[in-house]
């Protein structure tokens, strides 16, 4: 299993996540699903865009019981900001269907040996195949643009 994180700040009324505004109108307050009828997006872009920025990344578990590990954390440099209306919204979503707890996250765990590698875009020109106009590095190895879309591709079929 493979997580993409994003941390999100909290910013004033007037800063309202843009990208979360798409469907933020229409997320279920309470348990099930809702349709999505708004316009569409292209989440690979937005995924792609947001990594090239860089991202940290370490194997850990999952974040609610039984907390199994194993999971590939992928946590964005990235921020962006949300604004109070889109907090308040989330926390009514998670009291409804969590019995009152009205937050998702868990107490930082202790790293136990774990490594926590960066990833970024080499600012300095590096040997590169002719089709790649950059490159990404990850302890050592060498992404391509197209394998990086790849990645994306199906990060973009598990969340479907």
Not at 21 to 45: A, I, M, Q
Request: charged share 20%; net charge negative.
């Amino acid at each position: 299993l493979a997580v993409i994180g994003l941390l999100y700040e909290l910013g004033d009324d007037s800063e309202c996540n843009e990208f979360l505004d798409k469907f933020w109108s229409v997320f279920p307050v309470e348990k099930g699903n809702v349709e999505y009828t708004g316009e569409n997006f292209d989440l690979n872009k937005k995924l792609t865009d947001e990594l090239a920025e860089g991202y940290y990344h370490w194997y850990g578990s999952l974040t609610t019981p039984p907390c199994t590990e194993g999971v590939s954390w992928n946590l964005l440099k990235r921020r962006e900001k949300v604004c109070q209306a889109q907090v308040d919204r989330l926390q009514t979503a998670l009291s409804a269907t969590q019995g009152g707890i009205n937050f998702n996250n868990r107490a930082t765990q202790p790293l136990n040996h774990r490594v926590v590698t960066e990833t970024a875009i080499l600012p300095t020109p590096v040997p590169m195949p002719e089709d790649a106009d950059r490159m990404i590095v990850s302890a050592g190895h060498h992404f391509s643009p197209a394998a990086i879309s790849i990645i994306l591709s199906v990060f973009a079929i598990l969340l479907d």
